[in-house]
């Protein structure tokens, strides 16, 4: 409670003084983020980064289909992400190759979990 | 003096090799005396007394019946439709297929013990030679090899209508599938990992359906008792309008949590099988059968 109090006296205080500065810091944040997403629309739809994660999508894939754990949506979505990428829509296949890969790790350690795990699923 | 060392050295290392060559035998004896059947007969009496504990009033000899066992309803509807049982022309068929002579004049009936007649409670069986479960379909798709035929594809049509006509010779008769060493221990223990461990991207472990929500709704269907899954198998399926064998309904399984379907009769699913059949020793053989 007290703790609570100071913090709201401090906010106050804050928000009186600062204001000024606050209003520069905002102007200063808004170039920053317009710079960078000016930059990064560039940047991170080039081929050169959406390759990478596709093959390690693809890698990690692999190791998982061997253990016999591989998720029927991975596969798809790898392709769905190489056909946005030919067809030349960037920003959808960064995404879906991203996601590819989230789903092939996340479909690994489902495999390693139930190596490790697998009488915890017995109900008796 | 030089000798003596030697001597001492060469008694050292024999007295090593002794130790190393007898805790190596005590080893393999304790292994050799490992009781694997009566390892296998726990798992079986829990998984059983599972059900017991959860049906109470379902014999035990219902649980051929799937799930038209433990659901009043749909056994109605089920009964119904076994009046006039749309497997019947797959035994017809398969009885036909099964007489027709290989181009080396061999038939099935050579393959087979007792000419293939009454033998599916055999099945899955643990091959010593050849270190794998060995299933009918397999066993089936083996003989025609050994006799120079192409291999049939295991999913439904000639395959499933030649389990079918080995199945309809075989009922009634009880399955005994026994674990009887080590290698069929190790190949019982993966078909046990795989009924259990969650997979797919619902994470879904066919216990969690089978087991702990069986005889309760999930979607549009109750889920039926995994204790007897492979005896009514293969079976006519209203939705495949169409027969199929026991690996295409696990992959359906597979499928709906999307989990990767594995290669039917591959090493995965013929473990699987062997574990499952094992879990429904003693319940008789009523293949083929109908199913929604």
């Known amino acids: 409670m007290a703790l609570l109090h100071v913090n709201k006296i401090g906010l106050a205080i804050m928000a009186t003084v600062n204001r000024e ?51 029927t949506t991975t596969r798809q979505l790898i392709a769905a992400a190489e056909v946005a990428l030919a067809a030349g829509d960037k920003a959808h296949s960064l995404n879906l190759a991203k996601a590819a890969l989230n789903e092939a790790e996340k479909s690994l ?16 | 003096m030089r000798s003596l060392i030697v001597n001492k050295k060469t008694n050292l290392g024999f007295a090593l090799y002794c130790l190393l060559a007898f805790s190596g035998f005590a080893g393999a004896d304790a292994e050799q005396g490992l009781d694997y059947q009566s390892m296998v007969q726990r798992d079986i009496n829990d998984f059983k007394a599972y059900y017991k504990t959860r049906f109470p009033k379902i014999e035990f000899s219902e649980y051929k ?14 009964l119904e439709m076994e009046d006039f049982p749309p497997y019947e022309f ?4 398969g009885e036909a297929l099964f007489a027709v002579r290989f181009a080396n004049g061999k038939t099935y009936a050579d393959c087979f ?19 794998q479960v060995i299933s009918l379909e ?47 221990y190790q190949a019982y ?36 008792p995994a204790l007897g899954h492979p005896t009514g198998f293969p079976v006519y399926r209203g939705k495949w309008q169409e027969m199929g064998t026991l690996h295409r309904r696990y992959a359906g399984c597979n499928k709906n949590i999307r989990a990767m379907p594995l290669p039917l009769q591959g090493r995965a699913y013929r473990n699987l099988e062997y574990f499952q059949s094992v879990m429904s020793q003693g319940l008789e053989i009523n293949g083929p059968s109908s199913r929604k």
């Open chain 2, 65 to 78: 019946n799937g799930v038209y066992a433990i659901d009043a309803d749909s056994r109605e509807q089920w």
């Open chain 1, 21 to 71: 500065k606050a209003m520069t810091q905002l102007r200063i944040l808004f170039f920053v983020v317009l710079g960078m997403a000016l930059f990064s629309t560039g940047r991170l739809h080039a081929d050169a980064d959406i390759k990478p994660i596709l093959a390690d999508a693809r890698a990690t894939l692999t190791t998982v289909a061997a253990k016999g754990f591989e998720w």
């Open chain 2, 113 to 131: 013990a007792n000419g293939g007649e009454g033998i599916r409670q055999n099945y899955p069986y643990f091959d010593n030679k050849k270190g």
């Open chain 2, 138 to 184: 397999l066993a089936i798709n083996d003989c025609r090899e050994t006799n120079g035929e192409q291999p049939l594809a295991y999913k439904k049509g000639p395959m499933a209508a030649l389990s079918a006509y080995m199945a309809s010779t075989s009922a009634g008769n009880v399955f005994a599938v026994a674990v009887a060493n080590k290698e069929a």
């Open chain 2, 90 to 93: 797959a035994v017809d068929e």
């Open chain 1, 109 to 124: 350690l489902q495999a390693n979990y139930a190596e490790a795990h697998w009488q915890d699923g017995m109900p008796f």
């Open chain 2, 189 to 224: 223990l993966e078909g046990k990992k795989f009924f259990y461990a969650k997979r797919g991207q619902l994470n879904f472990s066919c216990a969690d359906c089978h087991m702990l929500v069986s005889g309760q709704k999930l979607r549009a269907d109750i889920t039926g």
